[in-house]
């Protein structure tokens, strides 16, 4: 008997553990081969044998966007919501033919068309080696033998592009992915998804992303394959030659991007999709939050402990239980009956407050109700601003007002109507929006099959939920941070969303969703930060502490020890779950707690200073290994390690009982950042990490700037200013400043500082200069501090 169960368990596993992605892209039919071309000022469109069309546009000499049409032309509609840029310049190109072959080139990419079959093979324009190439034509299901496959059989056609494996290439981003930092031999669906409790391999969850990075020898390349509908990508897993992208409907359309160097692709990414704005400052500081704190008094018990126990705090959160009966955009009487008074007694302690808004609109007509009438119901039903099924019935999800309704964030003016609904927040001092379960989830059916025949206006083009689904988020952010825009033009929007498509950094922070509070969840912040980061989305974080189930002291400081570091740093908490804020472990966890706290107010100049570089570049400012040294293979697979910027580099502890751990230093000398010792990079160290240390390194040749530790962004000024110096071999070392007003978007307009400063060896000393300004933002008189940490 037992032994036949364990047999039976066996065979489980192995069925799951089959490597086989659900589709056979090879059984699709091929588009037709080149029979002729048309060229413009910034296209090439070819027509194929069976009335298929595929058009490159050359928008940058690293970035030419490639469509096609099945069985059809190329339609003259054109649309996306992710895409943030359109007006590029055409760059310098020219086109040339063989009997094989069209090929278009710019100063930098060669897109070598094959006729027939229609291959297309991405080259470097000065090696003319391929970087990235068809592996067969592209596929669609023009019989439909993936119908009985698809998750909407309705949804539209399969497509599919193939592309050869590289035998040695790494796959990078993809977005919000519950797995390591190299995708190769992954498979991956996207699939707005409300996944609490997920553990790695959980796929997909919130957000979709359909951006990925390809890494081989040092050679990168960006694919951003711009379709919302459910889209599948294979780096490896079901062919050794082949890997591949599809979606269930929609338009063959995708970016290539050329690096070589992977910041340049993310620079053109963010230029693509939207360059992340800056938060206001005190979004960097440290937040608290738990599902849910009421009444205000207990919100005022846990700003009070905060401040009693001097640890650093900037930002409180009201999750759903503020509202009266779940109804966004009202405030129970009883438990929040004076909001206003509330967040100036918070303001005056330096603490902001941020509230939950969910997309769910309480189904409340009026009568339906015995507490009264409900504005945003009515308001919304009478412009006709709710989602409907395809049979014009109002779509009635159930979420926890239970019977409700959803915004058509397609609709403009819906848009427009929500985003000046947050007066009511901004009136009572409410600093920043919260959207979660804007998947959208549905209690009725969490997969999204009780929702497909649900419509959107999509531009008046009315298309169901397969494609509106994944950018259902990234509408309902924007609507939000321009309505913030609009009802405090002085004061730069702070949003936070779990849900989101391509583009999301525009409009919101993220964060990672319902995690666990176990080691293993732990784990996965630093793949998944770095991940997003390399996914467009550099304003990331975890609740600290995870989310579900019961943690411990030990499991809170060192989960503490990555988010410190992270761009968004808040505990936070589930509604039965053990109170998790700094002190609820007693005093020996707290301390080091504060430590780690009072340590982020103090790298707050470097960190808002990597923030901006974020904004301005793209590159984000919490990296994996491999974004500062993309030659060194070593980098390539640490899941355990990360960087902030160019210059510090953490090696935290995720796992409990462990005081001791390997860290990989790449090339060039180290800085130990506690003690100051000096290492050799380029190999592997051994270090003592005991619960109060996460091992911390500065790059040699870099200078840090600090400020005072403080409990909240504004309580001191930056002053002094610190540079702290690690010289490198050579005696040198340089680093940057940047200073705005931390609150305005003003900074858009040339209002900043950047100080560039430097240090070399003169003789036996090391002479320090401010080298540049740039910027017309006047910071005041303030002290510059030059700390040097060597004197070699
Ligand atoms: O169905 O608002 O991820 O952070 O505390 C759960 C209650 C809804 C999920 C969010 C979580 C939040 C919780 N929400």
Redesign the pocket.
């Known amino acids: 008997m037992k032994r036949r169960s364990n047999l039976r368990g066996f065979y489980l596993l192995l069925l799951f553990a089959t490597p086989v992605a659900a589709q056979d892209i090879t059984a699709l039919q091929p588009i037709g081969s080149v029979v002729g071309y048309a060229r413009t000022e910034n296209m090439v469109t070819f027509n194929c044998g069976d009335k298929s069309q595929v058009q490159l546009t050359i928008l940058a000499p690293d970035l030419v966007r490639v469509r096609a049409a099945f069985g059809k032309a190329i339609p003259k509609k054109d649309h996306s919501w992710a895409i943030a840029k359109d007006d590029w310049q055409t760059p310098r190109w020219t086109l040339s033919e063989t009997t094989e072959a069209v090929t278009v080139s710019t100063a930098e990419l060669e897109v070598v068309v094959y006729r027939a079959p229609l291959l297309i093979d991405f080259r470097d324009a000065r090696t003319h080696q391929s970087i990235n190439a068809d592996e067969r034509p592209m596929v669609y299901d023009a019989q439909g033998k993936l119908a009985s496959m698809l998750f909407d059989p309705n949804a539209g056609n399969f497509i599919a592009v193939s592309k050869k494996l590289g035998f040695d290439e790494h796959f990078y981003g993809l977005g919000e992915k519950a797995a390591r930092l190299d995708k190769r031999r992954g498979y991956f669906v996207n699939w707005n998804s ?1 996944t ?1 409790g997920y553990t790695e391999g959980k796929d997909p969850i919130y957000q979709t992303v359909p951006f990925y990075l390809g890494l081989q020898r040092g050679t990168a390349y960006g694919i951003f394959f711009d379709n919302s509908y459910r889209s599948y990508f294979d780096f490896g897993r079901s062919s050794q030659q082949r890997t591949w992208f599809g979606a269930e409907g929609g338009e063959l359309n995708y970016y290539f991007f050329y690096g070589p160097s992977l910041k340049k692709i993310l620079g053109r990414y963010a230029d693509l999709t939207g360059h992340m704005p800056l938060p206001p400052l005190w979004a960097l500081g440290n937040q608290q939050s738990r ?1 849910s704190y009421y009444p205000d008094r207990m919100v005022e018990q846990v700003a009070n402990e905060y401040r009693q126990r001097d640890l650093p705090l900037d930002v409180i959160y009201l ?2 239980d503020y509202m009266r009966g779940y109804r966004v955009f009202t405030f129970d009487p009883q438990r929040f009956p004076n909001p206003k008074a509330l967040t100036e007694k918070l303001g005056r302690q330096g603490i902001k407050v941020v509230t ?1 808004v ?1 997309p769910g609109v309480k189904h409340d007509p009026p009568g339906a109700s015995t507490d009264g009438r409900y504005f945003v119901f009515e308001q919304g039903l009478e412009k006709n601003y709710f989602q409907h099924r395809g049979n014009g019935q109002l779509f009635v999800p159930r979420v ?1 007002p239970g019977e409700s309704v959803f915004v058509d964030y397609t609709l403009p003016e819906a848009r427009r109507w929500w985003g000046d609904l947050h007066r009511v927040y901004v009136d009572n001092g409410i600093a920043g929006i919260w959207n ?2 804007n998947e959208p ?1 549905d209690f009725i059916d969490q997969t999204g099959k009780n929702q497909l025949d649900v419509v959107s206006d999509d531009n008046g083009e009315r298309t169901t939920h397969a494609k509106n689904r994944n950018t259902f988020a990234l509408l309902m952010a924007q609507a939000t941070y321009e309505g913030l825009e609009r009802l405090r033009p002085d004061a730069r929007p702070y949003v936070i969303t ?1 849900a989101g498509y391509a583009g999301i950094q525009r409009w919101a922070t993220m964060w990672t ?2 995690t666990n509070s176990t080691w293993e969840a732990l784990a996965l912040n630093i793949p998944m930060f770095t991940t997003l980061g390399l996914s467009g989305e550099p304003f990331v974080g975890s ?1 600290v502490g995870g ?1 579900i189930g019961r943690g411990n002291g030990e499991l809170l400081v060192r989960s503490y020890e990555v988010g410190f570091l992270a761009p968004f740093c808040r505990n ?1 908490k ?2 039965d779950g053990y109170d998790q804020e700094p002190w609820r472990f007693g005093k020996y966890y707290e301390d080091i707690i504060r430590k780690y706290l009072k340590l982020r107010y103090e790298l707050l100049p470097f960190l808002y200073t990597t923030l901006e570089e974020a904004h301005r570049t793209g590159v984000p400012l919490f990296r994996p290994l491999l974004l500062n040294y993309p030659d060194d293979a070593n980098t390539y697979n640490i899941d355990d390690q990360f960087m902030i910027g160019d210059d510090l580099l953490a090696a935290p502890i995720m796992k409990p009982d462990v005081t001791r751990r390997l860290v990989y230093l790449p090339r060039g000398s180290w800085y130990d950042y506690w003690t100051n010792k000096e290492y050799s990079g380029g190999t592997m160290i051994n270090v003592e990490a005991p619960l109060d240390t996460v091992p911390l390194f500065v790059r040699a040749g870099a200078m840090i700037p600090t400020a005072p530790p403080m409990n909240y962004v504004g309580e001191k000024r930056w002053d002094p200013i610190t540079f702290n110096v690690y010289p490198d071999d050579q005696g040198r070392a340089s680093g940057r400043l940047y200073e705005d007003d931390g609150a305005t978007p003003a900074y858009k307009r040339g209002m900043f500082r950047r100080t560039t400063v430097s240090a070399r060896r003169v003789g036996g000393r090391l002479a320090t200069s401010i080298d540049a300004t740039e910027g017309q933002f006047n910071p005041g008189t303030r002290r510059l501090n030059f700390v040097v940490k060597s004197v070699r």
Do not use: E, S
């Open positions: 409300d609490p599902w999750d759903i939950i969910d926890w979660d379960m989830a779990r969703g319902d609740d989310f936070h589930v509604i």
